[in-house]
């Protein structure tokens, strides 16, 4: 799936920092700072996904950024929390493809599931 079918139907914001799509489907506060990971991301990922509240209206500039990083990662840990890049705190949760991304969703896990449905692709 790629970012543009991924995205289509979610909703954009003005372009604060005038880094271009598909940044604009994060809020302004955080479309620096995402741009930021996406150009330094781990050599794994092969696709990164913001969802939280940095996709929504209610997203305030001291909250932190949530990102799911899908690709193989020789790591045995999934997720963690806690990570500072940016002066930004991040929250990353990782899936090994896609397919593993709609699975635990299925398996009936709530934020997998806001993912997919409201999340942003911004790499892949």
């Not at 372009?15 to 994060?26: H, Q």
């Not at 092969?46 to 950024?65: E, N, Q």
């Not at 990102?67 to 840990?77: A, P, R, S, V």
């Amino acid at each position: 799936m790629n970012m543009q079918d991924w995205n289509e139907g979610k909703m954009k914001f003005t372009n604060a920092d005038c880094v271009g799509p598909p940044y604009d489907y994060i809020h302004p506060y955080k479309q620096d700072a995402v741009q930021f990971f996406v150009e330094n991301r781990p050599d794994w990922v092969t696709h990164i996904i913001v969802f939280g509240s940095a996709v929504t209206t209610a997203h305030l500039w001291y909250k932190d950024l949530d990102l799911c990083l899908i690709g193989e990662c020789n790591e045995d840990n999934l997720s963690y929390k806690g990570c500072k890049i940016y002066e930004i705190d991040y929250d990353i949760l990782r899936r090994r493809s896609l397919e593993h991304l709609f699975e635990s969703a299925r398996a009936g896990y709530p934020t997998y599931r806001d993912i997919i449905e409201k999340g942003v692709m911004v790499y892949g």
